[in-house]
């Protein structure tokens, strides 16, 4: 068979954010000295990154098994937590290694000071994704007191409250966030809005853009579970049609190249290095 000769190019500015780089770091760290770590749901919403840190010791557990343990030291990953956690933690002596990242908890304190100061006729909205850990946590600040939206549309079956006080799940799209705010505010509500999508995150979009118009073709690298991966991946595909999604390297299809294609490889912010090279590696075997 004839060989491609595709010439491919890793975007340097995909992969973990810092978030998940400490996340990790605390969990190898740990299982250097020790046989087994249990992490409270998926480290990262990537099922190859998870895979490879399970051969390491890392035990993945949901919060029924969490309130199970006794006398063990639990890892609390980038998503954060609500406060039901810690004081499951405390009551059953259990160790927290808490990698919450610092973006989630400055947004689950503004969630709940704000909650704390609202009127009587403010309600708390959340943007993001209902089953989320992200948005559980911040829904557990104010004892789940909150209307959750998942998308623009979704406020048109709703019943509005005059004014609201309007929030974001940290890896949501920008320029849908205050398209909300501006629909919203188009049906008379009040809104008091904070601006608290992560940077680090959002700041790739228009990265993104221009490094999806660089190339023929372009394989976007993501768990299936990812938030951020589905956004980011749709980021590409609007900036080059020729966009593909995929989780592992074995899902490549050789019919989507062309001999000589100039191939990009880009991931989201769950996505790890070593799995963007190793599907760099496939391809430039072809």
Excluded at 50 to 55: K, S
Excluded at 59 to 77: C, G, K, P, S, Y
Excluded at 245 to 265: N, Q, T, Y
Aim: proline share 3%; with cysteine.
């Amino acid at each position: 068979m004839e060989r491609l000769k595709l010439d491919v190019t890793i975007d340097d500015r995909s992969g973990f954010c810092f978030g998940v780089v400490y996340a990790i770091e605390i969990a190898e760290r740990y299982l250097q000295d020790h046989p087994y770590l249990y992490c409270l749901g998926d480290i990262v919403h990537n099922d190859m990154e998870v895979e490879r840190l399970r051969e390491k010791g890392l035990r993945i557990i949901n919060h029924e098994e969490f309130a199970r343990l006794r006398d063990e030291t639990v890892l609390i990953r980038a998503h954060g937590e609500p406060p039901s956690t810690y004081r499951t933690a405390l009551a059953n002596n259990i160790t927290l290694l808490d990698a919450s990242c610092p973006v989630v908890l400055k947004l689950q304190n503004r969630v709940r000071k704000s909650y704390d100061r609202k009127s009587a006729d403010e309600a708390v909205l959340v943007y993001g994704k209902r089953q989320h850990a992200e948005v559980k946590g911040i829904l557990g600040q104010i004892g789940e007191d909150a209307t959750v939206v998942e998308d623009i549309a979704a406020i048109d079956e709703m019943a509005l409250p005059e004014r609201v006080i309007l929030f974001s799940q940290t890896t949501k799209s920008t320029d849908n966030y205050y398209a909300l705010r501006e629909r919203l505010a188009a049906k008379g509500v009040e809104v008091t809005f904070h601006d608290t999508i992560c940077r680090q995150v959002s700041n790739r979009h228009v990265h993104l853009e221009d490094f999806a118009r660089r190339f023929d073709r372009v394989i976007f690298v993501a768990g299936r579970k990812s938030s951020n991966g589905k956004v980011l991946f749709n980021v590409a595909r609007q900036a080059n049609p020729n966009t593909y999604f995929i989780s592992h390297p074995e899902e490549l299809r050789r019919e989507w190249f062309s001999a000589g294609d100039r191939v990009g490889i880009c991931g989201a912010t769950s996505t790890p290095q070593w799995l963007m090279e190793a599907v760099k590696e496939r391809l430039e075997a072809w």
